[in-house]
């Protein structure tokens, strides 16, 4: 059974910074793609940054030169360090993996899903 564990949410202002961890355990996603999503209230889940095994990173728009997505494979870990934090960055955010092929910008293209870590910017 794969687990994966999101934790370093929380209360942000807004230009702060806070750093989300992804734990991924029962096995090593060392060859496969991770990546964040976020929800807010009432809209859809959206994709926000994704990582090959090699560390090729994608971003949505929104968050391109803010936040950075980073792994370290050893640990079966993988981060978003979110920088310039804006209020409409307000959202649970969760994390994705699978076991092989690209990262995605698509939901519905990722195996496991974290259960979701609350991120809330104040204005």
């Known amino acids: 059974q794969v687990q994966l564990v999101e934790s370093g949410g929380g209360l942000g202002q807004t230009g702060g910074s806070l750093r989300l961890s992804c734990a991924a355990s029962?096995?090593?996603?060392?060859?496969?793609?991770m990546g964040w999503f976020r929800q807010a209230p009432g809209k859809e889940r959206e994709f926000v940054a994704a990582?090959?095994?090699?560390?090729?990173?994608y971003y949505s728009d929104s968050v391109k030169g803010r936040f950075t997505i980073s792994r370290d494979n050893a640990k079966n870990t993988m981060y978003l360090q979110m920088n310039n934090l804006k209020p409409e960055d307000t959202a649970v955010y969760y994390c994705a993996g699978k076991p092989g092929g690209a990262p995605g910008r698509l939901a519905s293209s990722y195996d496991y899903w974290g259960q979701g870590t609350q991120v809330t910017v104040s204005s």
């Open positions: 029962g096995r090593t996603f060392s060859t496969g793609a």
């Open positions: 990582i090959s095994w090699s560390g090729i990173r």
